[in-house]
């Protein structure tokens, strides 16, 4: 380690040299209260910013261990500081001058959903703060402006240090405030099983969005209110007791008119399985952590699927017990995004009727006399909905606005009345009487097979330069093949596909072999982040990118949608 001086020093000796010159910077320099690594410098002002990493000893960070107890909290103090970083980032970057990326600072963009990521990482143990950044270093034309780098790293970078990173320099109270918060929407989620619910939505909340492209609340949103019959109190450690509507374990069907709130409730309850920032409005909207959104993915890949519970007796005779194609229609692809989501633990189907295969749904009555069930190769999600939930403890939550089929099936059936949630229930229950449901059962289906062991792929061998790309939420190329997820919808920010492409390096450079299955291969790479961090997915940890943590279920769901992916 160098000291500041001899960093200082450095940059005057290289001024006005040609770019490639700022190589000689990497490496690590001690500043007052810190240490400041440069990790990887840009070979060009127009090419990706320097990337740089700021250490600071628990001692000098000086956060209270009440912070980030719980490791919820420890998570949300990590969002905090980035977030306070990033703001002052913002008002920091570009005031050094240059052509390029000249003098750009700037950090992880955090949207509503508190999520972990190698921005900024606390130590559990130490409380020492690791903190990851981007800069450009001014050049002019291609010539090194170091007495602008100097600015940067000098006094614009130090002072949102001090401003943003040290305990002393924060408000202790908004920082209490965000971990009790934190605790307070565990204690929501660790109590949903307890009380045989598989999702909670409290009184006051937001739901509505400003736009289809913000995520942020809509100001005048009519606030959420639970129906008498559905409402139950639960009673938080810092909040104290709230009230709320708890979508029992079961078949729950959201019904009601266009526009008046059926696919906002859903929507929610999909991103509910992260926890929110305070003033986002759905705080306390609490899903089981391993709830899955379900839709037709017409055209997506897939391997060696055990679809036969919904789909058999094809009329070109393909097995639908390792169904695989390059092409998927609407009815396959989601009967393979349901069995996928089985395969990786889900207790909660979400879905709505207007993203889904319409022949997967339900085959009405009349459509079953005229073209009878041994003629039909599939069977309908209607059919299996029950059995999915007493055999295999898998719930479903529907919103469904034109057909009245899933009345019969449904345990609780909720009305969405300009944005008001109603119990109808028995009402629904009473009328469907009227139009009573075919008596033309199905036989239970075997158990899917979920012993698939992915190979090994050549092109992943040890050493091989392998070229990753993020495409924001909708995917990731790894050597210029894409992995499209722009339908795998509860991924909340494009940091996580990054991650995910390197979930799917490390897995075929290090585990698939051909004798783990999928299965062991995801609780690994789950496993590997939960006790290392996303750092340990790297092949080189010299210069960490942006990644935030996905969940086990959309690693399967990437993994799953390789087409590269063989068995």
Known sequence: MQSSAALRALLAKIDRKSYPAYKDTRGTYQFPGYVLSIDHVQGDPFAAPSRLSIHIDGKQAGFPRQLYRLPCQRV???????????????????????????????????????????????DPEDGGLVLRLEAGFPANGRTINARELEKILFDLLPRCVESA??????????????????????????????????????????????????????????????????????ELPHRGAVTGMGIKKGITLIVGGGYHGKSTLLKALELGVYNHISGDGREYVITEADAVKIRAEDGRSIRNTDISMFINNLPDGKDTTRFTTADASGSTSQAANVVESMEAGTSLLLMDEDTSATNFMVRDELMQRVIHRDMEPITPFIDRIGELYHSYGVSTVIVAGSSGAYFHVADHIIQMDRYVPKDITDLAKREAQSFPAGNDRPEPAPAPNFHRCPKPSAEFRDGDRIKLKALGRDGVSINRENIDLRYVEQLADGEQSAALGYCVLYAQRHLADGTRTLRQIVKELNRLIESHGLEALLENRSAVPFLARPRVQEIFACLNRWRGLRF
Do not use: Y
Request: with cysteine; net charge positive.
């Open 165 to 234: 990173l040290l305990f002393r320099n924060l408000d202790s109270t908004r920082l209490q405030t965000v971990a009790d918060l934190a605790e307070d929407q565990q204690c929501i989620r660790d109590q949903l099983p307890k009380l045989g619910l598989c999702a909670f939505v409290a009184d006051g909340s937001i739901l509505p969005r400003a736009s289809g492209i913000s995520s942020l609340p809509m100001k005048d949103a009519v606030p959420f209110r639970s129906p008498r019959e559905l409402a139950i109190t639960l």
């Open 76 to 122: 949300a103090l990590q969002d905090e500081l980035t977030r306070r970083f990033g703001r002052l980032a913002g008002q920091a970057s570009f005031q050094a001058k240059g052509s390029g990326h000249s003098g750009l600072i700037s950090i992880s963009r955090c949207g509503q959903e508190v999520l972990e990521r190698t921005a900024c990482s606390l």
